[in-house]
Structures are given as C-alpha cells and as structure tokens.
C-alpha cells in the first residue's frame, strides 16, 4: 500500500500509516485514490466509512449496516429527499441554462430568499455561486472594490474556502498554507476561557489593534468576516452581544461587515433563519453555501446595493452555473423545506435535547468540560482536566472514532481538535437524539476507560 | 424601467436603454432582475430571450417558438439529455455526499477520466471542483506552490475565471477589472493578420521576452495558462505548431504549462478530445469545467504527480461538492455518452460542414474576412474592408441580433467584438447546419443591406 508523508492539519483525518480495521474491498479502494486523486485527499475516521445509500437522517454501508448522521449540515433537509430529487429531475427535463437569459427560477427563488433577509438586509440584491468559497471570494472582492482597502480581519482559526483569496484569510488550513500579508488575526470568543461580560470588550479592542494595524501599514480595512457559529474555531454561539459594537467600528474604519453563513445559515442555529440575525448585526454582504440545495452545488452572496454597485457595473461577472436553472429549484425546493416544515422549530428543540443530554454526561464525564451550541451546532470541548481546562485532543479523537465504530457519524473541531462537532441534518427526530445520546454514553463508559490505561 | 449606466466590457450584451420588443411580461421580469440581482447581471441579445425548455438541439420559449441552440457548450451531449438526468436522479436517491467517504463512483469516473489522458498526460492525478473558475484558481495555486514563483501569463484578451486570482489574470473582463502585477500578456495567434509561418517564432520571442521582464521584477515565472482555442481572443485553431515550443521555453525558465480546457476540452475540437492534444503540448496542469456535467456544476484539475505533490501533502484542499457522488454520475454518464455516440467524430465532421458553408457566404459577402475554428467551435470574422481586415462590431451584432430574430443562437467574441462565435451543443446534426447556414444566409441577404442603408 502507497504510503503517506507527514500531512498539513486536519482534524479527524484518517491516517493509512496506523492500523484500521478495513476489509481488503476497503483496503482497495484507499490505494486506488493514490493514485488516481492527488494527495490532497483526506478520508475521516481511523476507519473510513464506506457508505452506499442515505435516507433521512440514516446512512447505509455496502453490507447494509446502518449509521446514524449526526454530522452533515449539506444534506440539510435529509438525505434523498424526494422534494429536492423531484425539483432537480423536473427542471433538468424542462431546462438546464444560465442566467444570460430570462428565466422565472431565479426570481421566484431570489424574492423567497429575500424574504428571509427583510430584517437584517433589507433591500439587498444576490448573486450566485456554486460554492461557498466562490461566494467567499466574491464578497471580499467586493468589499476591496467597494473600499478600495485591501485588509482582512478574521478569527485565528477560521475557515472561508479554498480559492486563492480564500485560502489565503483561512488560518484552519495550517502552517504550510500560506496567509495573505494583508490579513490580521484576532482571538476566538472562547465563551468556555473568557467571562462572559469580558468578551465584548476583548473583541473590539482586538479588532481595533488590528484596524490600527492595517491603516499603518497602508492595506486599509476592506472587511471584517465572521462566521457568528464560529465552527471551525471550536464552535462559539453565546454571547451574541459583541458582533454589533464590531461591525460599527468596522464602518467607522472604512470597512465592510461581512456575514459568513455557510455553516450558520438557513436555519442551522435554531433560534434564527441566519446566524447574524442572532447576533442582532445588519451585514453589508452576506454570504450562504453548503445546505442551500441540500447537496445540489449552489450558493451565494447577499448584498447591501450601494455595497455592490460600483462593482456591478463596472464588472462583467459572470458564474456559468451559478445561478441556474436547476441549481434554483433545487434551492427553492430546500428552502420550502425547512419554511413549511419549520425546520428552524426542530433545529431549536432537537438541538436543546442534546445539549441536555450532553450536560448530564457532562456531569458525570468531567473529561467533557463544556457543552455549548445552538439550535443544531453543538461543542462538546473535551479537557484533561476541568480546572485547567487543558484540551484533549486524544479523547475527542476516541469519542470520534469509538461512535464511528458504534455507527454514529461525528467529528471534532477546534485550533486543538478537542472539540467534538455535532451537526445533523435539521430533520434530525427524538429518536435519532436517543441513539446519539445513548451510543455517547456508550463510548464514554467503554472506551474512555481503556484510553485512560493506555496512558 | 430601471436605467442602468455605462458598464463594464461585455460582449452580446442586453442594453435596456436601446429600443428593443420585449413583451410586456418580459420587461417585468427584466425590471425583477434589476431589483433582486446585483448589476453584475446582464442578458444576451437586444431582444433578450425567454426560454422555457430544451431537448437536443433545440430550445423552446413560452410561446411555444421553437430556437436552435448554436451556442451552449454546457449542454454538450444535449439538452434534457435522458441518460445524465437519469443518472443525476438515481445517484441523488441513493447517496449524496463528499469525498471524505468512501466511494466507488470518484474511482470509476477518475479511471475512465484518465483514459483519455493517458497519451498527453500519462499518470496525472484528478481533483474536482465545481466550476472552471475554481479549477484554474486552484491549478495556479497549485503552480505557485510548486514553483516557488508567482508570476503568469495570458494571452492578451484571455479568460479563465471569476474568482480573485482568475478574474487577476483574465483581461478580457476590461478595463475596470484589476489586473495582477504579477501578470503579462502576449498577443493571441492571430492566424487572419499573421502568417502562419511566422506565429510560433513571434510566439516563443513574446513568451520569452515576458519571462525575462517577470525575472527581472523578481516574480518569477510561475505558470504560463492557455486556453488552446484562444476563445475569447477571437478563436484561432490553426496553426497548432507553436505551444511546444513555448512549453518547453516556460519549463526551462522554472514554470509550469497549465491547459485550460474548459472551453476547448471534451471532444469540442472535433480531432482529438482535448485542445491541448491538437498542440502535441504535454501539459504539467490541465483545467476542465463547463460540459463536463451536461449542465450540472462539475469541474476538474488534471495533475503531473510531481507537480502536486508537495501541495497535497502539505496542504488540506476540500471542496464540500467537488466530486460528490452526483456530480461523478453526472460526469460519467456525460463521459459515456461523448464516448459512446462518438461525438467527437461528429463534432469534427458536422464542423466541418459549417465551415463549408460559412466558407461559401463568405466568398459572397465580403464582410465575413475570415472563416476559421475546429470541430464544432467555430468563428466568422466581420471587417469593413477585406483589405484593411479592420475589425467590425456593428456588422457582427447586426447579424446575432438577426440571428436571433430568425430563432438561432449564436454569439459573438474577440477583443473588438466582431468575430461571430458559432458553438453548439456537439450532438449538432446536417439538418441543424442546414437550419443555421440558411438562417445565415437570410441575415446576411436581408439585414446587412439594412445597415449599410444606415451607416
């Protein structure tokens, strides 16, 4: 079997130099994509999953064993959900073209997702993309065209994508991965490290230091942009009072706010449509990826007219699948989906009878020092130690891999990798929360035990 | 109506300031568009069309008025082609996930991929992406990486992307549009003012002369990108003499040879199933996208293992839909049909016919200087004077827009607009080319008198 070199950062990451449990069908395959794909290719799990069919919240491999998803926010709406494979069918029959020429999809479809932005960006104009890195990439592009600016403020541990521009204000990617000289960093609001009422005033001290930084330096202010979930810096959802004070300093500098709801959006944090909305911030772009088209390639910006304009007019930009036909209806098809479900309402529930039950293992684990989230994206942090609050990347990585093992699919986050991430499709039921709590228990009772005599 | 201003360089474009005969269902909905999209929006023809449904060839309007489409590359092996909805529908209920599991469907379609590049590219690798933007963005970066170097170069109206870095190094987006610093362009091979004995030394002195001046600046040569049918240059096949020996000049200064095949790729040029295969050229990158998926958001980089090496191992690159189980079946199923029905050979032959026939009108209108292309991407250049060859835009639009009148599609290209840009879907038929060179025939007969009388 091609073996591996060292690799850059990524949490969960199946390593084929340890030993696995795979069949030698499995064994096959792991060597086949060395060589057709380029190394760049990660698999999950120290067992990767080999899975054939998905239903609903469920996953099956080839010897029909049944998973429980508890991890993937694309397939917002369920796997195989025949509204959207309907939709998608449907419309590739009748027309699949750009949107060089007239088409109701589009109209339709962008007056319904307005419509969820009447609060936060009234009278804001979209654009399509097919991923929300190309979404990503577009705001900032607008924002330096905009300002004419060029800087960048981020979390230290955030993700927005993978392009060149992207990549470059993504800290998450790794040491190896080489950050713009026109990004800053600031600290995570670490709600489990930072009083509560302190992080307010740590963050707009820090976003200040680095404006300051920026206008020095001669790069300017283009954009703030925040994922308000911050999911890939260890999941942070409360407190939601200092996004505001940031974004008017922002403005005061020069700059644009940009909301980042590719993981946050369409319902995903229960309380809200949109996870700015929590956060009670009027964005100048907002950006939307992922669960848009429950698996179809379609996402977005959202923005601010006079944000966008100058850009608008002044530049040809054009997206040849962005925005088409098909792409439309199968993101109409979604979004009726969690309206005339009220998804958003099973997000909020279902995700608090998690965090519960998190909280009463939490009690008796103390190797689970916080539980945090809201709606359906849920923080375990996992700690050595309660008082020093030291991460354990070790333990989250055998509750990982001991719920794979018990067939129920979660990963982990964090600049640590200690934080477990539960993030289900939003039409996970009580009955799904069950088989996840209980199967936590499980591994909790089972195999913190044997990783704790190891040690 | 909405006014709009001056805008940005777009050719074929819709200008809702000039007279046009839009019904008044559709000046609705072009004034929809202007409220719920950003300006960067903008419609082909001065009469924009309205179409509702596809099927082979041909595309129907509200009406019931039946087109035909000369131009949609994305649709290649047809519109509502049953074997791709069939295949998108089918994996869409099964399983739609990411690459971070196990799957069968990446490693087929990957093998096969591979095939058609075992001549030119023997033991590349594969990533997938989404869009033709993100596979030139990400091969670029991959180049950077690799080489150390920063610097590309274009021809001089080249286009290869809508994101940061592409829209960088794509001139053809005007003006307003930033270039890199890091960029340099060369002329295109302009095979209907120059000799064709004399392309491939102007090409090798230009080539080189740019890399000596991003040596000197202390960028370096990081890769030189070139789409092979030199589409939004003005389309120029022939000669196909000349990109080896620029290969061979960029690898000796350090770089990388990157074909972008998005528009010249997947049998479009008739002899060989990739542009770059026409050149003899062996590529250290090659970049696919539009027809890949018969309309379904699909992209790709072809890679030399050494190329990619370093940037897989050391960089994490995920692309949430890229090769996701929907988008491998919707590629293989379009593989398989462009391999199955031969399409190549009909694109090479029915292209030929068309060329015949623009080749007999142009012998009668000498407005039409210059007849050129391979398989079934094609131009007609428009001039005022034979003579002079200057170039003549208002010729070209007269005769898309008449075109249209007349129900076929076609569009126009070039830097100064004037070369009609023939490029249907490669399942064109002798009855199709019929329909087109008659419909030609009348434009010409009965519209260029029209504007003659005007000028």
Redesign the interface.
Known sequence: MTT???????VNAFNPDAPSELSER?RQ??E??H??????????YQE???????LGTR?WDGDGTEFLDAY?N??SVG??RPE??GA??RQ?????????????G??GY??DL?GTLRETMPEA???F??????AN??A??IA?YHTGHEGVIVTSEAYHG????T?GFSPS??D??PLGTWVRQIPAPDSYRIRADDIAPMMLQQVRSQIEDLQRRGNGLAAFIVDSIFASDGIFADPTDFLKPVADLVHEAGGLFIADEVQCGFARTGSHMWGHARHHVQPDLMTM??PMG?????AG?A?R?EV??E????????????G?T??MAAAQATLDVILGEELQANSQRVGALIQAGLNDLAAEYEQLGDVRGSGLYIAAECVTDPETKAPDAQTAAAIVNGMRKRRVLISATGPNANVLKIRPPLVFSEQDVDWLLSCLEQTLREDLLALVATR
């Open positions: 591996v070199k060292p690799r850059g950062k990524m499995e395959m792991v086949d994509r060589h057709v794909l380029a190394p760049s290719y990660r698999l999950f990767p999953v080999h899975i054939v069919r998905g996953l993937n694309v397939v796997h195989g959207v494979i998608v069918e590739m029959r009748q027309l699949c073209t750009h949107t060089r020429y007239l088409h109701e589009i109209l962008a007056n307005l104009q979209l654009m993309t097919c991923t929300g890195s190309e990439d577009l900032v592009r330096k993978n392009s060149d521009l990549a990617l790794g190896r991965s990826g992922k429950n698996g179809y390639p379609v910006v923005a007219p966008v304009a850009f608008g007019y002044d530049q040809r930009y054009f997206n040849t699948f962005g088409n098909v792409a």
